[in-house]
């Protein structure tokens, strides 16, 4: 449907999900205002009303920082803009004005709403787009600018999503992250003035912030209590999150790209469009809102979202750089002995003239190691297979080190400032992917390991280096680099999908740094930390569950922390479980316990990837950490908890409340995974209402004598 232009006649516009609205309006003026985002009404005629009961007057007069739905720099509004523009003639002022509006039922779950507005005296257009996702109550929104000025325009701050929002206080939950700590979180209320949150290092954009966060308006919002707004970039590149309060009421939040040292020249007829912002509104707590992204992820946006994983055996942490055939095949037989599906070789195996023996030298030579290898990966290709075994491989191509024939061969393919010193993080310089042939290499880099092991069945993509010195050697306008890496790395990325649309592609950036949702289109999980001690896991898998699913969360059992081998795996099986241990020096229980893990595993890994994840019991607060993971017809739930107090004695002594289960069905309850030789103190003969165990709970009875339980909840 398109409504043609009218200048004065207030128009409405709702954004609809399942048990949200977003409501735009036009105002006198015909600017485009967001007046609502919250809880639908029941009358949707009481929309119009919203707006004349703001009574925001900031100055003597009501104009200046209207709630505009996207807002432009130069003119009216004077607090941070979403948009800054320098025209072609060199004016620096926009003011948009509604112009037009697209809809588009995609499908019965999603509408596409585009709002198109129009500055009044340059031909300059931005249309707003909101994608909404009916069920799972999720907006995505995004931008398209384009312009017939008579000359290029520059785009100074071209953010993709704006969001005003009122309340009287604010509280923003943001991650922070260091390797080996990533998402730690902080919650903190929002002063006046702005806070801003962002990332400027170019690739691993995670590794100081997150970009994604939670607001909770009025008070800090709980698992089941408070307004939340949850939201995330999807841009594996520098973003930039700023939250502005201002009066006494509203917080406005702008979220983008960052624009730091890109300024983007846009020619007349050039579109550009801005990545997507994700988000969620719950009126009911921030379990709600994470599993609404979560839904999201699975069905729409991760790749293999509903889709199946494989389990792996990984030779990182049990051999870094030192292997040869003999330890493979030895730790491929392992593989099958664990009874996990794939052998993941990791860093290490190629590198011939710069030797790829430790993280100094080989980056970017992807021939396989002779000395290593006498036989190629093909070889161990062929040895996966015969075990009954798959095969999988590290790759880490967007990188090289100075000690490689790739840095002597391609001076000009490298990231750096040609009269600067040369910076490294972790030995190493980045790629020039916004050169289209460092762009073929990386996309060959993957297809030659195809043509040496066409059964590939893995792929652990990892990404060590920041960037510092940004300069492309061959772009001609540097303010462009940041933006164009992105886009190099993800036309890569897409060819490599279009040609392999089903290899299982672990996202990794030295740990977790890199998790962001443009990048999980390509990617079908990602390793969320190095740090694999299950102590620290279980917070670092934690606060990845306010926006991620499990199925997206790779988490291995090692040597790393003192616990038990159970703990560490029932740690390790809330998401994709994998191996990275000894398996030869594993204990006759040990091994014992671990095949039945697996076993256990393949047989509840389906609830814990796709179905509902409640946040039952939080660690920092409590003795006993509880997660649950419920199935789509109720009927079962698997719940993990884990002791981590280190106080002497210290016991789970109230039952635990468990949540989406069906208040009318019963269940028993029985302890799974257990260790040999050791029984439960659950009764799996009891039986108990749905309604039983979520208002009066369980207790899993968890101590510094049963550090980790399992429990599995059943329909009779
Ligand atoms: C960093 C990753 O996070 C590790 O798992 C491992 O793959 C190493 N790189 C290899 O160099």
Redesign the pocket.
């Known amino acids: 449907m398109t409504i043609g232009q009218s200048n004065f006649a207030q128009k409405t516009f709702e954004i609809t999900t399942k048990n949200n609205v977003l409501v735009l309006e036009t105002d006198k003026d015909n600017s485009l205002l967001l007046s609502y985002i919250g809880k639908k009404l029941k009358n949707t005629a009481e929309y119009s009303s919203i707006q004349s009961l703001d009574k925001y007057k900031p100055g003597s007069d009501d104009l200046f920082n209207k709630r505009e739905a996207y807002i432009a720099s130069g003119s009216l509004n004077l607090l941070e803009p979403a948009l800054t523009v320098t025209h072609a003639d060199g004016n620096k002022s926009t003011e948009l004005t509604f112009s037009r509006v697209e809809e588009k039922q995609i499908d019965q779950n999603r509408k596409l709403t585009s709002i198109v507005l129009k500055d009044a005296k340059y031909n300059f257009e931005v249309s707003l787009h909101y994608l909404s996702y009916f069920n799972e109550d999720v907006i995505e929104q995004w931008v398209q600018i384009v312009h017939k000025e008579k000359g290029d325009v520059v785009l100074n701050k071209y953010a993709s999503a704006n969001l005003t929002l009122s309340g009287k206080k604010f509280f923003l939950k943001n991650h922070y992250s260091g390797w080996g700590r990533e998402m730690r979180s902080e919650e903190q209320q929002l002063l006046h003035g702005i806070k801003t949150i962002d990332s400027k290092l170019g690739t691993r954009n995670n590794l100081l912030n997150s970009s994604s966060f939670m607001i909770s308006i009025d008070q800090p919002a709980t698992e089941d209590l408070g307004e939340v707004v949850a939201g995330s970039l999807e841009w594996t590149g520098n973003f930039r999150l700023d939250f502005e309060t201002f009066d006494e009421y509203y917080l406005r939040l702008t979220a983008g790209i960052n624009n730091f040292s890109g300024n983007y020249t846009l020619k007349p007829g050039e579109e550009f469009i801005t990545p997507r912002f994700v988000y969620t509104y719950s009126a009911n707590g921030k379990g709600i809102a994470s599993r609404n992204l979560q839904n999201w992820a699975r069905n729409y946006q991760l790749l293999e979202g509903m889709g199946e994983r494989s389990t792996l055996l990984?030779n990182?942490e049990t051999t870094y750089f030192d292997f040869n055939d003999e330890k493979l095949n030895h730790l491929i037989q392992d593989t099958k002995k664990l009874g996990v599906d794939v052998f993941l070789l990791?860093?290490?195996w190629f590198g011939n003239k710069f030797p790829r023996n430790n993280?100094t030298a080989g980056l970017g030579d992807w021939q396989f190691n002779k000395q290593k290898l006498a036989n190629g990966i093909s070889a161990l290709g062929k040895e996966a297979t015969a075990n009954g075994v798959k095969f999988g491989i590290?790759l880490?191509p967007e990188m090289v080190n100075p000690k490689s024939e790739l840095y002597e061969n391609h001076p000009d393919w490298i990231i750096r400032q040609p009269e600067r010193k040369e910076y490294y993080m972790r030995n190493q310089l980045v790629l020039d992917l916004s050169n289209p042939k460092v762009q073929d290499f990386v996309f060959n880099t993957v297809d030659e390991v195809f043509k040496e092991v066409p059964d590939l069945a893995f792929i652990?993509w990892?990404c060590?280096s920041l960037i510092y010195n940004a300069n492309s050697p061959t772009l001609k306008n540097q303010d462009h680099f940041y933006l164009e890496y992105v886009k190099g790395l993800n036309s890569v990325l897409e060819r490599i999908r279009k040609k392999y649309p089903k290899i299982p592609m672990m996202l990794?950036?030295?740990?977790g740094t890199r998790v962001d949702y443009a990048a999980l289109k390509y990617f079908t999980e990602f390793?969320p930390s190095?740090n694999t001690n299950p102590f620290d896991r279980i917070f670092i898998q934690w606060e990845y569950s306010y926006y991620f699913p499990s199925v997206a969360v790779d988490n291995h059992v090692t040597d790393m922390g003192k616990q038990p081998i159970k703990f560490k795996t029932d740690v390790a099986m809330m998401g994709k479980l994998g191996y990275d241990v000894k398996v030869n020096e594993l204990d006759e229980k040990e091994l014992l316990f671990s095949q039945n893990a697996v076993k256990i595993y393949n047989s509840i890994k389906d609830i814990v990837w796709h179905g509902q994840q409640y946040r039952l019991q939080d660690p920092y607060e409590n003795k006993v950490a509880a997660i649950s993971y419920v199935s789509e017809t109720r009927d079962t739930a698997i719940i993990f908890n884990y002791y981590v107090s280190t106080l002497y004695n210290a016991k789970n002594a109230i039952p635990i409340k468990l949540k989406g289960l069906d208040p009318d069905k019963m269940y028993k309850i029985e302890e799974v995974n257990l260790y040999p030789g050791t029984t439960s103190p659950i009764d799996s003969q009891r039986s108990y209402s749905g309604d039983f165990l979520m208002t009066v709970g369980i207790n899993p009875e968890a101590d510094a004598g049963r550090t980790s339980v399992v429990l599995k909840v059943m329909t009779l």
């Open positions: 990984n990182w990791d860093d290490g993280a590290w880490e652990k990892d060590n990794c950036a030295g740990g390793w190095d």
